[in-house]
DNA sequence: GTAACTGCAAAATATTTGCATCCTT
DNA sequence: AAGGATGCAAATATTTTGCAGTTAC
């Protein structure tokens, strides 16, 4: 079942099907949160080359599978796009929030972000909103 | 007039006065925008090292002098925090501002983040807001 | 005088590129 | 069969660390 999304995932994105590209997906459908490289490189063992992570999410962001998700410690991190924000374009106005207790970020798909009013003269193309605290399940 | 300023922001955030750091601190007072290291290093000339900019810059985080602004293309830039967020913790809730055509990263400082109810269990400590779209002088 | 800052060298990491080979369609 | 994807090697770029010399207070 699994294995279906992940190859109806790249077939709607126009991308060929590769050993590679099914299991960095698979990273990404098996969990909620989003993902850095460096995740990434760890949780798929040592199955394949750095090289092919960097292409690989380098060819995910292009087509829009994925989306990526600034945090202030300089490590990237990427989620996948719920809904299809093909070809690079992502109007996905969803906040991401960053646990500082576990770390983890996700995608809270139901919060949407309020539109700002900005001075005369500025236009708003796109807006990222990321809140840091506490999760879930680390507030207990 | 500069010099002072300079001076006494290094004094106020007890740090020691040393060529390096008056020429940094002077980059940010030039302009209003936000500055990443390839720039200061670039703007800078060929003055100083390397590890300088990256040990000042770390300095001045701490310290709470600059903060810094994550961006989706992996170049984290920093900015003066206008007012004293001492002791690394920055409340600003001030909204930042990418422009997609001349890449200036600017503070609004008017602008206000707008509080979000996060869904139950998530605890809010600090919000960062990054607009891109075209600033004011790009849109003429 | 002492503690802290700087510059240089070098180590450790991270990212990009070229190319030959293999795989998908 | 053809074009694209992968892995390897190596070139670049970025960031961190250690240490000796210098500077600020």
Redesign the pocket.
């Known amino acids: 079942m699994m294995e279906q999304k992940i190859d109806e995932l790249l077939k709607k994105n126009h ?7 099914r299991k960095i997906l698979e990273l990404f459908l098996q969990q909620d949160g989003a993902l850095s ?2 995740d990434i490189e760890r949780r798929a063992g040592e199955k ?5 992570v ?3 999410l380098q ?1 995910f962001l292009e087509k829009g599978l994925i989306h990526s998700i600034p945090t202030s410690d ?1 490590s990237i991190r990427y989620a996948l796009c719920k809904d299809d924000c093909s070809g690079g374009q992502h109007h996905d106005d969803h906040v991401h929030f960053i646990c500082n207790a576990c770390g983890t970020t996700v995608c809270l798909e139901g919060v949407t972000v309020p539109s700002i009013a900005l001075p005369d003269g500025y236009v708003t193309e796109q807006v990222e909103m990321l809140i840091s605290g506490v999760c879930k399940s680390c507030n207990h």
């Open positions: 991308l060929s099907i590769t050993g590679g590209r490289h460096s394949f080359d750095r090289v092919t960097y292409r690989t060819t300089n």
